[in-house]
């Protein structure tokens, strides 16, 4: 399913795919369709000769596939894996309104209300992605894919034999309802990257989608990634209603036991029609896969040593560099694996929110940089963990370095003058201090912009021209970063800046993070291999006033916004590379954000009860998608 995801990666962040789901789309990691034998023919029960184009059994951003017709299973799982027992955790990743702390609805795809983590593992969807390609997806619901050459038209062939969990069948008229109830009513997120979706209809045994010519590149990808529900069920039903009602899905997986806030569980269903596919084989291997909530995160990783739940991804360092030292851990039980984590970081950090007039100006934004102690930060809270991020495309070859190349200029040379005069030059970096704590010198350059921003000193606190003084408020939901803030509030303080924190239980967060109603709030953004759509929703114009959207910083450039449709038009990926350099010069010279840091790795721990395939997705961590419970393991340690 497609799914614009959040991590606990030392925040939250936006991910462009669901790991865990059947429907591992890549949302915003796609691109137009190349003219051209892009994807190798379907198989022979496809019909393609009612379909305008030949039917193919996959497709990607760029027409480059690994896995031809007819191939039997992904690289990374091991299709002989056995099915059975339970996979426990937290949730390490979010998306559209789930809470990473509680839960209060079955409906992940709206605004309303708190998801409950794993439900993408109950819907079906089109096509599945390959987590070892950048965005390529093959067959689920769908058994064939056709496109125009013009790629403004995919038609979607259904496979037979396809039904929800009530047993009744899923039909070309199901998946039209989706879409359209998506596009009208779902999350913001998901209204958006629908919004160059012109028309749906049903014909004999295909879904035919029809694009508007600006269509982002990922369009045709994010739709068949998208969950298919039924029209029947939700004939008569609110279909953005907060409801622990849950959903009539047609995926590997349905709702098994819950406690709102405490657990849910979601039970494989044993005679799932996708089970075989090639797609699908030696995936989703565990019985019950269950989901913990903890409110504090020392509380959950005691529940982990006391063996309440099984695995667990570490997000904090303190808890990783000092925390793995129990009794379980030390005789074994529990194995402790640092592995390596392919996807491109994207960027974490404060966002200023630019709809704010104290953020209005750059100069002070740029302060914010300049007071932020990273190296100090790194090694007293963070044991050394971290580098420091700079990039919106961090750990990728989206990064803009140095003076911008000829393909870069070819770009931003049009937009010279709406750009700053930085964007020509090296690109931005954050400052790197002494780390002391309190660099002398990289606070007199704060002071500096302070002082050309009109910001004065007054009985030792900065005030502006009307005597108002220059506070901001740091939104937070868990008290985990504390430290870290507490380190830049310390250096605001020193020049005449009054620095709060302000830590809200995680609805109102949700809430407030929807309405834009904070000055400064931490956010990790992962963009995936090959940004599209994902784009628009966090840094266009559009995206700055809807509500509920990622563009945190409210950014409101034309340049932005002209970056953004080129990288969306892209026609090759050596194109999109340029762009996105180019759009990442301009967003680094705004200041939009102060950067924190990054690691390219999983910090994982789990009782010793698991198989795993020899092979790690390039793209993914495995776990649990293709992991599976060892009976042998199980009863050696007793658990």
């Known amino acids: 399913m497609t799914v614009l995801r959040l991590t606990r990666r030392g925040t939250l962040a936006v991910f462009a795919g669901a790991a865990a789901s059947p429907f591992a789309a890549s949302p915003f990691a796609a691109g137009p369709f190349a003219e051209g034998p892009f994807a190798a023919r379907a198989d022979a029960a496809a019909s393609p000769a009612a379909a305008p184009v030949p039917e193919v059994h996959g497709m990607s951003a760029f027409g480059d596939l690994k896995y031809p017709a007819g191939f039997s299973h992904f690289d990374y799982v091991d299709p002989k894996a056995p099915k059975g027992g339970s996979f426990s955790q937290i949730g390490p990743t979010f ?15 709206v605004l309303r209300g708190d998801g409950a983590q794993g439900l993408e593992l109950t819907f079906a969807s089109l096509m ?52 359209d ?34 269509r982002a590149r ?4 994010f739709v068949a990634g998208l969950p298919i529900l ?40 044993a005679d799932w029609w996708g089970a075989d596919l090639p797609a699908m084989r030696g995936s989703n ?90 190296e100090w930060v790194n090694q007293n809270v963070m044991f050394g963990s971290y580098f420091r991020a700079y990039s919106f495309f961090q750990n990728s070859n989206l990064e803009a370095h140095g003076a911008p190349d000829a393909d870069e200029l070819a770009l931003l040379e049009p937009l010279r003058d709406r750009l700053d005069p930085d964007v020509f030059g090296a690109a931005a970096m954050p400052p790197v201090s002494d780390g002391s704590g309190q660099d002398r010198s990289l606070l007199r350059r704060a002071v500096q912009l302070l002082d050309e921003a009109g910001w004065r000193v ?70 995936g291999p090959t940004p599209s759509e994902v784009l628009r929703s966090l840094f266009s114009s559009s995206a700055a006033g809807l509500k509920g959207s990622d563009n945190l910083a409210g950014i409101a ?21 340029a762009a996105c350099r180019a759009l990442d010069r301009v967003l680094r010279a705004g200041r939009y954000w102060v950067p924190h840091w990054y690691k390219a790795s999983h910090w994982l721990a789990y009782w010793d009860v698991f198989g795993r395939p020899a092979t790690k997705p390039h793209y993914g961590r495995g776990a649990p998608e293709t992991w599976w419970r060892d009976a042998a393991k199980s009863a050696k340690i007793g658990r």
Do not use: C
Request: avoid cysteine.
């Open 285 to 374: 291997n565990f019985d019950v896969v269950r989901y913990e909530y903890f409110r504090d995160r020392d509380v959950g990783f005691e529940a982990f040593k006391a063996g309440e739940y099984l695995f667990r991804e570490e997000f904090t360092s303190r808890v990783w560099a000092r925390g793995y030292d129990f009794p379980a851990l030390k005789d074994r039980r529990v194995v402790r694996d640092e592995t390596p984590d392919n996807t491109p970081s994207g960027t974490q950090g404060w966002f200023l929110n630019t709809r704010r007039e104290v953020f209005k100006d750059r100069r002070v934004r740029e302060a914010l940089q300049f007071a932020f102690d990273f």
């Open 95 to 109: 998306a559209y309104n789930q809470n990473p702390n509680t839960f209060n609805t079955m409906n992940m795809f």
């Open 181 to 214: 109830t998506l596009k009208r009513e779902g999350h913001p997120r998901i209204t958006q990257a629908l919004s160059r979706l012109e028309s749906t209809r049903a014909d004999g045994d295909v879904v035919a989608v029809r694009f508007a010519p600006d």
């Open 230 to 269: 039924s029209k029947a069920y939700y004939a008569g039903k609110a279909f953005d209603a907060a409801t622990l009602e849950p959903p009539l899905g047609s995926g590997p997986y349905r709702v098994g036991r819950m406690e709102p806030g405490r657990f849910i569980e979601y039970v494989r269903v």
């Open 128 to 179: 599945a992605r390959a987590l070892d390609e950048p965005d390529a997806m093959y067959g689920l619901a769908a058994q064939a894919v056709a496109i125009d050459p013009e790629g403004l038209e995919v038609r979607f062939r259904l496979r037979p034999g396809i039904t929800f969990h009530d047993g009744t069948p899923i039909t070309p008229e199901d998946v039209v309802f989706s879409l």
């Open 557 to 577: 450039d034309p340049a932005v916004d002209r970056l953004i449709e080129a990288a969306l038009a892209a026609p090759t990926r050596a194109d999109l590379v």
């Open 218 to 221: 990922d369009a045709p990808l």
């Open 458 to 527: 007054q009985g030792g606190k900065r005030v502006n021209a009307r005597g108002e003084p220059l506070a901001i408020e740091f939104l937070m939901f868990e008290r985990s970063f504390e430290p870290h803030h507490a380190a830049l509030i310390k250096n605001l303080k020193l020049i005449g800046v009054e620095g709060t924190m302000r830590l809200v239980d995680p609805v109102q967060y949700q809430a407030r993070r929807a309405d834009f109603d904070f000055d400064v709030i931490v956010q990790r953004f992962n963009l």
